[in-house]
């Protein structure tokens, strides 16, 4: 039975397919090894920094006080936070912005009060492959790389579906065939593995996307318009005096990122709370008891604890369980170590708890090593579309040619035109790399037109 030729529908996807590969396959195959190592980030940091992240365990802790007084001690300058520890036999970690170099992560047994030694987490394997992962080590232009990335993949996988599906092949489709060699190999792996971790990827990438700056944030401001992010009650304490959280601790739980900062009561007509180089006054120290009280009288326990900048910054924990469920967040007045407001997951809007649900199952959090596993197929996966088509095109590109599947006469643009407006309006930077995308292609067949037209006058001229 004759094979029908390709439709032009299929022609123009499998275009845009290999436009899609072509940008994102390097950033996708970075963070799919990133990925893959932050996954066991607690693991791999267990392993390489035992005396730091393991210490006897202890029937009474010291004073917080205390614990940051050692890190400062060691290590001079001014600290912006302390993380408690989430187990009897783990250490407490005090964030350290030095007199001198980087910032430093400094583990302090909660029992003795001991520094036990300190990092630079960029400079570690788990940092590195955060940075690189979120960044690409560069800022704020590379977490646009790879909001970039992830949006075109979106695109990769529902045209490699669309190109893959059996279409009268049956079951063909979804195995590989035995004995097959070159090209034909690369080909069947590459389909064979898309179709099987379609969803897994998929997955991976809109649960990714709300940590992206411009995607993120607009999920945030549209969620919390909405009413459905962070608690609506809470978005009218203290404006315009506070900044948002984020922005004022430098992190915090997705939902609560631009939920404006409450301010302490005493200095309100201050300026707003902003994030600082890090408090090393006595005052601010000895504080963080009276606020570490607060927190033990609400239950709070292996909290991350913010000291406040300024004279109108907040003492600020927050709980961040690997089942976001068990999410709260408590804020104390620096000057009357009054409780000023708590927050929990309950009261957190359906989009918010959606993406919070959505960050530790990404990250592999969940439900412990099965998580871990199950996120790690998509990230294998990933390595090994990228590694198969790679093989596929060099096997079948002409030497010294890109080897892009040919412009198609008569091509569907009615569909493309809708895809980039709804893209535009759901993820405006695909939405504008698609009409930049678009602009360039139209203007290499135009100059390949040119180029042709002139080889004829030359040639009719000789």
């Not at 955060?130 to 790879?146: A, C, E, F, P």
């Not at 590459?190 to 607009?218: K, N, S």
């Not at 927050?343 to 990250?363: C, K, N, P, S, T």
Request: aromatic share 10%; charged share 15%; proline share 7%.
């Amino acid at each position: 039975m004759a094979t029908l030729p390709p439709s032009r529908l299929y022609r123009t996807i499998w275009r845009w397919h290999f436009y899609a590969g072509l940008i994102v396959a390097p950033f996708l195959l970075i963070l799919a090894v990133t990925g893959s190592i932050y996954l066991f980030n607690d693991e791999i940091n267990d392993r390489i920094y035992p005396e730091q992240r393991f210490v006897a365990p202890h029937a009474a802790s010291v004073a917080v006080s205390t614990m940051l007084r050692a890190a400062l001690a060691a290590h001079p300058g001014g600290a912006t936070r302390i993380d408690m520890p989430t187990a009897p036999n783990r250490s407490a970690v005090v964030f350290v912005t030095p007199t001198e170099g980087a910032p430093l992560r400094v583990s302090v047994d909660p029992g003795s009060g001991r520094v036990l030694g300190s990092i630079v987490y960029e400079r570690t394997l788990v940092g590195f492959a955060d940075t690189m992962h979120g960044s690409l080590t560069i800022g704020t232009l590379g977490d646009r790389i790879v909001e970039l990335a992830a949006c075109w993949a979106l695109l990769l996988i529902a045209s490699g579906v669309y190109l893959w599906w059996p279409r009268g092949r049956s079951v063909a489709a979804f195995r590989l065939r035995p004995r097959t060699t070159g090209r034909t190999f690369w080909r069947d792996l590459h389909g064979v593995v898309g179709i099987w971790t379609v969803a897994f990827i998929a997955f991976m990438l809109v649960t990714g996307l709300p940590w992206a700056g411009i995607e993120g944030d607009l999920i945030q401001r549209i969620s919390a318009a909405a009413g459905v992010g962070y608690p609506p009650s809470h978005s009218t304490h203290n404006p315009p005096k506070s900044v948002p959280m984020k922005q004022a601790l430098g992190a915090a739980p997705w939902t609560l990122e631009t939920m404006p900062m409450p301010i302490s009561g005493e200095h309100a007509g201050h300026a707003g709370h902003a994030m600082g180089a890090g408090a090393s006054d006595a005052a601010t120290i000895t504080g963080a008891d009276r606020a570490a009280a607060v927190f033990r009288a609400h239950h709070l326990s292996g909290y991350r604890l913010f000291l406040p900048a300024g004279p109108t910054g907040v003492y600020t924990a927050y709980t961040y369980p690997d089942q976001p469920e068990g999410q709260r967040t408590l804020y104390v007045d620096r000057w009357s170590g009054k409780l000023i407001r708590e927050v929990d997951f309950a009261e957190y809007g359906i989009v918010g708890r959606a993406v919070e649900l959505g960050v530790q199952l990404h990250m592999g959090n969940y439900f412990g090593l099965a998580n871990q596993i199950v996120m790690l197929i998509p990230c294998l996966a990933v390595i090994t579309l990228v590694v198969s088509g790679f093989a596929m095109w060099w096997k079948r590109r002409p030497a010294g040619r890109l080897a892009v599947p040919p412009r198609v006469a008569g091509a569907p643009v009615a569909g493309l035109i809708a895809i980039i407006v709804v893209a535009g309006v759901v993820m405006p930077l695909l939405g504008t790399s698609l009409i930049v995308v678009v602009l360039i292609d139209r203007a290499v067949v135009l100059f390949g037109r040119k180029r042709a037209l002139t080889g004829d006058v030359v040639r009719l001229g000789r």
